[in-house]
């Protein structure tokens, strides 16, 4: 009976800890945020330009966070996206959605989504712009349209995961 309970108790240890393994929690000192990223995923960090770059192991997902704009400026940010998206991951990026407002982690964040090509495949794209202290982030999630079950999950790990440095 003891043996039962034991591995009872284990296995449910291993699940709940399922929830954090797999998974890396990397600062962008610049931006003054950290994030949350697939273990397996290849990561370039580009701290003198605020820049954290990751890809899936096939690359057919990214994440890409970056400073976007040294000032508290939403609106300002929302007329320079598209150049740094273009710039950085996806071609011929257009908004699919309204913007909506809200916030990560007690950060005034706006939310969109869009489509772009890359490696001439359409890519969806979730964006979020997140004001942390006096600057606005861009952190942006793609991955291949028809790898949305696949994908489109890590959105709700990866927006979440975005918290203020200390």
């Not at 096939?58 to 998206?85: H, M, P, W």
Request: charged fraction near 30%; hydrophobic fraction near 45%; glycine fraction near 8%.
């Amino acid at each position: 009976m003891k043996k039962a309970i034991s591995l009872l108790i284990f296995v449910f240890l291993l699940t709940a800890a399922g929830g954090t393994a797999g998974a890396e929690i990397f600062k962008n000192h610049t931006g003054g945020v950290s994030i949350w990223l697939p273990d397996d995923w290849e990561i370039d960090s580009e701290e003198e330009i605020g820049a954290l770059y990751a890809d899936a192991p096939q690359g057919d997902s990214f994440c890409v966070l970056r400073l976007l704009l040294k000032e508290n400026n939403l609106r300002q940010a929302l007329r320079t996206y598209n150049a740094l998206i273009l710039k950085e991951e996806i071609d011929d990026f257009n908004a699919l959605s309204d913007v909506r407002q809200g916030e990560l982690n007690g950060m005034t964040t706006d939310f969109f989504s869009g489509e772009g090509q890359r490696d001439d495949e359409t890519w969806t794209v979730e964006v979020a712009l997140i004001v942390v202290k006096e600057s606005v982030l861009l952190c942006a999630i793609g991955w291949e349209k028809d790898e949305k079950d696949q994908f489109a999950p890590l959105v709700d790990k990866i927006f979440p995961s975005i918290k203020k440095l200390d």
